[in-house]
């Protein structure tokens, strides 16, 4: 009799510390059917967006979806004012890794252990249970195949430090991930080498990678294995090199401090997270986090020796950015 009152105390216990582990699939279905609406907040691009929700709405037409997107650090604010507003409308984040952990440690988020979640490996899950890596993207050099024949590109960080690459390097200005870790990781004595080899600085990875193709400049650091490759693959004089480590960061789904939707929110969460939804990242051409997922940008990724981006790396991005701009602006 004992025994079995400790077991009810103990389950009891477990209920209430653990409130946001995830329902079953037909409780969340129940719950999203009378809620009927999800609102997404995200930096993807709106593309990739639509490629989600069609999909999604195809398995579940009775949730009416919309999204809100825009760069990584307006949509971080976007979110943390109207969590200070008290004005909360987003379901459900979807954005950089290390703006999530921002929001983590700005109270924006709430707890949520996917069902999915038990497929990922650690590396790719807050252990506090506030957020879930939905896919990666990793950094190479991207090099005009016309301009530079692959035995003459740079191999290594400490070759672009050659005489010849002065003035003919090209760096994308939002790439603050890449920017942050190859500081920690070379030092800035590296980095004050480097700006004096006098790269040109764009703002965007799509334009440095057209400029790149038009012959702008024959090299480029720190440019996305998908974009690059997908311009390869496509017939552009565009070609890579992986420099390692690949400075590699991750993009996360996360659940806001209270979603006006949180039923359908949760459903969505685990839409993507599951292999059906890594699938659509896939096809998209981002590289899903799933090991049952074939993923060809993956396979890129998984040749070299990849460097994870800090998590933390936010509560820097103010001194990073100063940094970059006394360097390189």
Excluded at 79 to 102: C, G, M, N, P, W
Aim: glycine letters at 6%; hydrophobic letters at 40%.
């Amino acid at each position: 009799m004992r025994r079995g009152i400790l077991s009810l105390l103990f389950t009891f216990c477990v209920a209430i510390t653990q409130p946001a582990l995830a329902q079953t699939y037909e409780q969340l279905i129940a719950g999203a059917k009378k809620e009927g609406r999800l609102i997404l907040y995200a930096s993807a691009t709106a593309p990739q967006l639509q490629m989600y929700f069609a999909a999604f709405n195809k398995k579940y037409p009775f949730i009416k979806t919309e999204f809100f997107r825009t760069g990584k650090q307006a949509l971080l604010s976007k979110v943390l004012l109207e969590e200070q507003a008290k004005q909360r409308i987003a379901d459900v984040i979807h954005t950089s890794v290390i703006e999530t952990s921002i929001m983590k440690k700005r109270g924006a988020l709430s707890k949520y252990v996917p069902l999915e979640a038990a497929a990922y490996p650690a590396q790719y899950k807050d252990p506090e249970g506030l957020w879930t890596s939905a896919y990666a993207s990793g950094t190479l050099l991207g090099f005009n195949s016309r301009q530079v024949k692959r035995p003459e590109a740079p191999k290594n960080y400490e070759d672009l430090l050659n005489p010849r690459w002065k003035s003919a390097i090209a760096i994308d200005s939002n790439k603050i991930e890449w920017f942050a870790m190859l500081l920690k990781l070379k030092g800035q004595a590296f980095m004050e080498k480097l700006a004096a080899q006098q790269p040109t600085v764009r703002s965007g990875n799509t334009l440095v990678l057209q400029l790149l193709a038009a012959g702008e400049f024959p090299i480029s650091a720190g440019v996305y294995e998908y974009s690059v490759e997908d311009l390869k693959t496509r017939g552009a004089p565009v070609d890579w090199i992986g420099l390692e480590p690949v400075i590699t960061y991750t993009v996360a789904v996360s659940l806001p401090s209270q979603p006006p939707h949180p039923y359908s929110a949760k459903l969505f969460i685990e839409w993507l997270l599951s292999r059906e939804g890594q699938e659509v990242v896939n096809q998209y051409g981002r590289v899903p986090i799933r090991d049952d997922v074939d993923s060809k940008y993956g396979k890129i990724l998984k040749q070299h020796k990849l460097l994870m981006t800090d998590v933390d790396l936010g509560q820097k991005e103010a001194e990073v950015n100063a940094t970059f701009r006394k360097l390189f602006q």
